[in-house]
């Protein structure tokens, strides 16, 4: 995992370094994505108080070619005088002089005006080189200590008279990106060392009442305090995000003509006296612009050809509404971009090509989605760059597995190669050796042949016939010698090959079907006589009478039993699987029939036994024939009378389906009276007889290949699968203990490859027929080879240390400390709560046993504390189930017994 993450951190820093070199590409990038977040998001409403007046191409019709005579922006002002509106930013930039008299009057009226607002045309710098030579202006900001504002190199102002008769000045900058489209302003400007606020801005003081002088800055935010909004007698502070220019992010609201109220000059103008405006302009915010076609107009997120006044309708309807665009700080855009490549690395643990490109695909356009909702929110976040390292890291991570894996399949070559070359050496020495055995052989035979011919055998014949048995002995020794080494490097080869797994598919189609139907009920098989038992299995299912599931152990009874129920009317209903076997002998009653309180010593409360819990539902009662003669009594009893009797309380009816297992031969046990006749003929309506894997020796294949991919998920490790030879001999043991021996095989398997593969060394069986185990007794349930016991020896030899015995076992650290708390729970369990037991069962030494008390404690304290939280028994073993999923399901029995004596004691 380590790695990954390195790989992760490796592709965020790529993409970094990238996005640095190429600042300027990728700004432009991250300006598009900006601009389709604004078309999917669409238009916004607007704030009801701001109104536009515009010199469009119908006024033109009535006044003439643009610039206009100065009389009609005097008619103008005198209008918005008598219509009283609380603001009025007029961005028309009356620079130069024109008809003296037409000037004196718009002069004389603007003076008579305490509202109005005039521009300044000014040209930027982002460098601190505001010019000395600019005309003062009154009433500028004090600057905050280091700023660092954009600073105005030349301006243009109103005619002087004009500059001294308005009610304040603002510049009408707006910085376009490198593409020319406008995106935020910046609301102050660095003027002479002081600050200059932009049109629309000094408009939303004066509309809200707040003076200039009292403004805050907080790191990159702008704070207006005490806000006065129409109507409203409570003052707000009202934070205006901004960058480190002083610069606002524009949440424009749509197209020029769907948004904003409008009215032309002419329909103002033209209109009769005491004819209504249509609107009430009493404390409104007026903006008065130029709209004409082919003037003003610059480009927006929205569309191309917009008005420049609408740009300051903008800014104003974003901060009087207060839906303000937030960016992501850089310190912020790396960290997202970090866990977005960490999260990736992460992900591409996969093994299959396909999840991995599927894993892309959605990370890619879960990250999209996101950046589009998060902007519904107000919050901008960065696009190209994390999207970028989604994919570099993807790229990264596939890279360094197929280098992984080449390693891996290069050394695997060159083992097999020399392998086979020494196998070749041996196999020519050994035709030599067979050779010169011949040779000697016939020698041999030709002198033997000689001495019957002769009567008396010389002794030196004599002697060559003792030279040539002693050279015939050593041949035959050293040709023995090669054929052991000669099996001994073939079954080495066999170990470094990779066994493929077939998939065939069964000739008819009857039977193909039969296996996938197996499949999706988790039961894996290609063996003719289990399609035929599942055949009948199927026919079972759709009647209601009880099922005796026979079999030797190990055999997946109990996966059969829930066939049934899945594949019957009840499926939909609750499965409660019971093992006979695991339950104490004074306990039997109570646990399937439920108790009420006082019924007996230690009854403390009313308990609902498995059938009740399995109402309108399947049971099933595995190990039947360990079942008392009392219990099989009231047994027959629910199956007679379809009710059941709690220890000390009333018969209550049910409707349960009872399915039932055995390894024992029933039928000898009703012969030698342990089991009840009449109980038999009623479980036994309809039996099935489950065959031991030895009889379906064409599913050992694809067992091992489902354990494997089961596994080596759940432990961590990425094993491919098992060697030639590892196969040869699972397909050529005995296999007494069944189907659960073999999947406890794999899983020692696992847990002790070395490698990415299970080799013949890592199974822990001997080869060929097990004649020496004795049947139904696995070697993976022998205390030498027990997996608890093998994940305890690991424990043990790294003092308990949870990260070293991964490290030793090659598996993950959560796969071992999940193994271990559950064969904590399961101990717990036999030995009644008894923590000094357990862990002096555990452990060697004090050291460890201590460290293991604690453990012990802590695990059942915390499930003692969740357990408290709940009124009811079933929904505090269902909630302790749920948070123990980590823990292998094969302890769930043992947690569930832990919950409920939680409330015995309760």
């Not at 695997?412 to 020495?429: D, F, I, N, Q």
Request: aromatic fraction near 8%; include cysteine.
């Amino acid at each position: 995992m380590k790695r990954y993450l390195m790989l992760g951190i490796l592709g965020a820093l790529f993409t970094i370094a990238l996005s640095f070199l190429f600042e300027t590409l990728f700004i432009a990038w991250e300006q598009k994505t900006l601009d389709a977040r604004f078309i999917l998001r669409g238009p916004l409403a607007t704030h009801p108080d701001i109104i536009m007046i515009d010199a469009d191409d119908a006024s033109s019709k009535i006044y003439g070619r643009w610039p206009w005579k100065r009389t009609v922006y005097t008619e103008m002002v005198r209008f918005l005088q008598r219509e009283k509106p609380k603001v009025v930013a007029y961005d028309i930039l009356f620079a130069h002089p024109g008809n003296e008299e037409e000037d004196r009057s718009l002069i004389e009226a603007v003076g008579q005006s305490d509202n109005i607002l005039f521009p300044v045309a000014t040209e930027l710098s982002y460098e601190d080189k505001t010019s000395s030579a600019l005309v003062p202006i009154s009433g500028l900001i004090s600057a905050p200590v280091d700023s660092d504002f954009l600073s105005v190199t030349r301006s243009i102002l109103p005619l002087p008279e004009l500059k001294e008769k308005v009610a304040g000045l603002g510049h009408i900058a707006a910085n376009r990106d490198s593409d020319g489209v406008i995106r935020r302003v910046p609301l102050l400007l660095n003027y002479q060392g002081k600050l200059l606020p932009s049109l629309s801005f000094q408009a939303v003081l004066n509309f809200l009442e707040v003076s200039p002088d009292s403004l805050k800055f907080q790191d990159d935010t702008l704070i207006l305090p005490r806000a006065v909004f129409p109507g409203s007698a409570k003052p707000v502070d009202i934070s205006v995000p901004i960058d480190r220019h002083g610069q606002m992010l524009i949440n424009f609201v749509g197209t020029w003509t769907k948004t904003f109220k409008h009215a032309s000059f002419a329909s103002v103008l033209e209109a009769k006296p005491g004819q209504s405006q249509g609107e009430d302009l009493t404390g409104k915010l007026i903006l008065v612009s130029n709209a004409l076609s082919g003037l003003d107009f610059t480009i927006i997120p929205f569309e191309k050809n917009y008005p420049g006044g609408g740009i300051h309708a903008n800014i104003i309807n974003t901060i009087l509404t207060r839906d303000f665009l937030r960016e992501v700080s850089e310190t912020g855009a790396l960290f997202l971009t970090l866990v977005i490549s960490l999260g990736t690395a992460a992900l591409f643990r996969i093994r299959s090509y396909l999840g991995k490109i599927a894993s892309v695909i959605g990370l890619l356009v879960l990250y999209g989605l996101s950046s589009v909702a998060l902007f519904h929110l107000g919050l901008v976040i960065p696009v190209v760059v994390p999207l970028l390292s989604i994919l570099f890291t993807a790229i990264g991570v596939s890279t360094y597995q197929a280098y992984v894996e080449k390693k891996h399949a290069d050394h695997l070559s060159r083992e097999k190669k020399y392998m086979e070359k020494r196998l070749a050496e041996v196999l020519e020495g050994l035709t030599l050796k067979m050779n010169e055995v011949e040779s000697i052989q016939q020698s041999l035979d030709v002198i033997k042949s000689n001495f019957k011919e002769q009567e008396e055998l010389s002794q030196t014949n004599a002697r060559k016939i003792a030279d040539f048995e002693q050279k015939l002995s050593a041949a035959i020794q050293q040709s023995e010698h090669l054929k052991t080494e000669r099996e001994s490097l073939e079954r080495k080869v066999l170990d470094l090959e990779i066994h493929v797994f077939e998939d065939v598919t069964l000739e008819e189609n009857d039977w193909e079907r039969l296996r996938q139907e197996c499949e999706r009920v988790g039961i894996i098989t290609r063996a003719q006589n289990v399609l035929e038992i599942f055949q009948m299995l199927k026919q079972y299912a759709k009647v209601p009478s009880a099922v005796l599931i026979l079999g030797v152990s190990g055999t997946g009874k109990e996966l059969f039993a829930r066939a049934i129920h899945l594949l019957s009317d009840r499926k939909n209903q609750k499965f409660v699987a019971v093992n006979m076997a695991a339950i104490p002998h004074d306990l039997v009653e109570s646990e399937l029939f439920g108790h009420v309180k006082g019924s007996f010593t230690g009854a403390l409360s009313n308990k609902k036994g498995k059938f009740m819990e399995a109402d309108q539902g399947s049971i099933f009662l595995d190990e039947i024939g360990e079942m008392s003669r009392n219990i099989q009594v009231k047994l027959l009893r629910v199956l007679q009378e379809k009710e059941v009797q709690p220890v000390g309380g009333q018969p209550c009816s049910i409707n349960v389906r009872i399915i039932s297992a055995t390894n024992k031969n029933l039928k000898d046990e009703v012969a030698r009276g342990a089991f009840r006749e009449d109980l038999f003929f009623r479980l036994n309506t309809l039996p099935l007889n489950l065959p031991p894997l030895r009889e379906r020796g064409e599913d050992i294949e694809f067992l091992v290949q489902h354990f494997v991919d089961k596994y080596s998920r759940e432990y961590g490790k990425p094993i491919e699968g098992v060697s030639e030879s590892a196969m040869s001999v699972l397909k050529n043991y005995y296999w007494p203990g069944n189907v659960r021996e073999l999947e406890n095989v794999i899983q020692r398997g696992i847990a002790l490859a070395k490698t990415e593969l299970i080799q013949t060394s890592d199974l822990g069986i001997t080869p060929g027929p097990a004649s020496s185990i004795e049947e139904g007794t696995s070697p993976a349930q022998k205390p030498a080879t027990d997996l608890d016991e093998l994940m305890l020896d690991a424990l043990r030899e790294n003092g308990f240390e949870v990260n070293a015995t991964a490290r030793k076992l090659n598996m993950s650290r959560n796969t071992v400390a999940s193994r271990f708390k559950g064969i904590c729970f399961k101990r717990l369990v036999v030995h009644q709560l008894d923590a000094d037991k357990v862990a002096k069962n555990m452990t060697h030494d004090t050291v460890q046993r201590k460290l293991v008390m604690q453990k012990l404690k802590e695990y059942h304290k915390n499930l003692v504390k969740n357990a408290g939280r709940f009124d009811q028994e079933e929904k505090a073993v269902a909630d302790a189930i749920q948070k123990a999923k980590n823990v292998p399901s094969e302890y769930h029995f043992a947690i569930e017994q832990l919950v409920r004596k939680c409330f015995e004691i309760k």
